[in-house]
């Protein structure tokens, strides 16, 4: 069974910074580029950040670059999205995808 878990969002002040995992079971990544996408209330999901099967290749949204880090472990299954100097525009809920797998996704806040 496929699964693609996203954790680590929550509530955090503007300025501050969060890693979210996406954890998946069920395919080897290795294959397959991931991606990071957010949606926040009211808007279209958008597409935060992409990565290569390797790693050796990132892209990120103009509105998130020098800010997000996309990163990947293969032999963990595993992608990472590292987000620092967060601002309230960045609230959304971020989901990781993968082939035709999208995960639940998990909840970021960024308020005072």
């Known amino acids: 069974q496929v699964q693609l878990v996203e954790s680590g969002g929550g509530l955090v002040p503007p300025g501050g910074s969060l890693r979210l995992s996406c954890v998946v079971s069920?395919?080897?990544?290795?294959?397959?580029?991931m991606y990071w996408y957010r949606q926040a209330p009211g808007k279209e999901r958008e597409l935060v950040a992409r990565i290569s099967n390797t790693g050796g290749s990132t892209n990120y949204a103009d509105s998130v670059k020098g800010r997000f880090t996309i990163f990947r472990d293969n032999a963990k299954n595993s992608v990472y999205l590292q987000m620092n100097s967060l601002k309230p525009e960045d609230t959304a809920v971020y989901y990781c995808?993968?082939?035709?797998?999208w995960g639940q996704g998990t909840q970021v806040t960024v308020s005072s």
């Open positions: 995808q993968a082939f035709v797998y």
């Open positions: 069920g395919f080897p990544i290795s294959n397959y580029v």
